[in-house]
């Protein structure tokens, strides 16, 4: 198996959590779009970078795209 793998999900951001330790960034809470019900939030670093370098944060209500991306050792290969 060749090339790394990747899926990715539609998410919106549901809530802005602030920080309470002040050297630490607050947080985005992002919904993804699945059918387990369970495991539908994700939380992240509310730091991110636009195409020009500059610093930007998620607002709530953003529609976003969830990709999770692993190297090619990292995989076995699926049923077809």
Known sequence: MSGDAS???PGIVEKIIPSFVPDEPEK???SVETEEHLYR???IENELTDAEGNP???KKGAKVE???E???E???????
Do not use: F, S
């Open 7 to 9: 899926t990715t999900l």
């Open 28 to 30: 985005a809470q992002i």
């Open 41 to 43: 939030e994700i939380r």
């Open 56 to 58: 930007v944060h998620l």
């Open 66 to 68: 969830v990709t999770v």
């Open 70 to 72: 692993a190297a090619a």
């Open 74 to 80: 990292g995989v076995l290969p699926g049923k077809a």
